[in-house]
Nanobody
Framework: QVQLVESGGGLVQAGGSLRLSCAASGRTASRYDMAWFRQGPGKERDLVARIYLGDGSTYQPDSVKGRFIISGDNTKNTMYLQMNSLKPEDTALYYC???????????????????WGQGTQVTVSS
């Protein structure tokens, strides 16, 4: 059993920054594939960024590449998402996800991840 808890969401103005955290507990391991997903109002859950803790490799879709930075700290069992240059369309509930299996170098879908946090709300005002 792995537990994930997100934090760091809030209300920011367009162009601002937030840093999300995902704290993992339970039977954690250093080689998990971890990811941030988000789900805006009336939209499906979509990938924001991935990190494979086995080698530290990351993937970000073009929509956030250059603005969001994913990182992990194995000593703290914590994953982070630094979000810069936030836009109103970034408004969503952001979820942390983890899985024991490597998803490859690019996109991964929500159904590929076994463990999920409860979500943290990010709201960007214009």
């Amino acid at each position: 059993q792995v537990q994930l808890v997100e934090s760091g969401g809030g209300l920011v103005q367009a162009g601002g920054s937030l840093r999300l955290s995902c704290a993992a507990s339970g039977r954690t391991a250093s080689r998990y594939d971890m990811a941030w997903f988000r789900q805006g109002p009336g939209k499906e859950r979509d990938l924001v960024a991935r990190i494979y803790l086995g080698d530290g490799s990351t993937y970000q879709p073009d929509s956030v590449k250059g603005r969001f930075i994913i990182s992990g700290d194995n000593t703290k069992n914590t994953m982070y998402l630094q979000m810069n240059s936030l836009k109103p369309e970034d408004t969503a509930l952001y979820y942390c996800a983890a899985d024991r299996l490597y998803k490859g170098y690019d996109y991964a879908s929500p159904d590929e991840y076994e463990y999920w946090g409860q979500g943290t709300q990010v709201t960007v005002s214009s």
